[in-house]
């Protein structure tokens, strides 16, 4: 009964099907790879790359990824000159991904990315541990920002990036631009 599973579970032609299967290597094969890890292989799609192994550095760890000092000066000056808008707000249809400043009725996206996460060719320096490991990481968080700008634009948002360095007051200036544009070009779906 439980060799017969095992050859069950490994996908190997059964004794019943005509072939002379050794029991003992069908048990080796069980234990060599097992049905489990060959599923949970077959089903893991790198959203995210395992962290390394040794531990990060003082200056990685100091690094906050939401609510970062730049972005919150962007968000106190809108606020100040009475825009009103989402944080943290999700991509319509994606359950990951978030737009960091988001007016909603006039579709229109604003990220304030870090240098050191979003890859700032200004300011992105590897860390000297990992190295390999970090070039991986900011390469997939660069694609992921593509993949974010194409999915809004298809739903007809636009999309403004930053970086972090960048002075807030120009940000804020480019911003209410963008949202005066946007809001006349689309009267009747603001309000
Ligand atoms: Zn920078």
């Avoid at 804020?172 to 070009?185: C, G, I, L, M």
Wanted: include cysteine; glycine fraction near 6%; aromatic fraction near 10%.
């Amino acid at each position: 009964m439980i060799h017969g599973e095992a050859l069950t579970l490994t996908g190997k032609p059964s004794a019943a099907a005509g072939t002379s299967w050794p029991w003992s290597s069908a048990v080796e094969f069980r234990r060599e790879v097992p049905p489990w890890r060959r599923l949970t292989q077959q089903a893991w799609i790198p959203d995210r790359i395992p962290a390394p192994a040794a531990p990060r550095s003082r200056g990685v760890s100091k690094l906050r990824r939401r609510d970062s000092k730049p972005e919150m000066a962007v968000r106190r000056l809108l606020y100040a000159r009475g825009l009103r808008y989402r944080v943290c707000f999700r991509v319509p249809g994606q359950r990951r991904r978030t737009i960091d400043i988001a007016f909603v009725g006039a579709r229109l996206a604003v990220y304030i990315d870090g240098c050191f996460w979003h890859g700032c060719p200004e300011h992105a320096h590897l860390p000297k541990v990992n190295a390999g490991w970090w070039t991986r990481k900011i390469a997939m968080n660069q694609a992921r920002d593509a993949a974010a700008n194409g999915q809004l634009a298809g739903l007809g948002w636009t999309v403004l990036r930053f970086w972090e360095h960048e002075d807030p007051e120009d940000v804020v200036r480019q911003v209410v631009a963008t949202f005066e544009s946007a809001r006349t070009r689309r009267p009747a779906s603001t309000r």
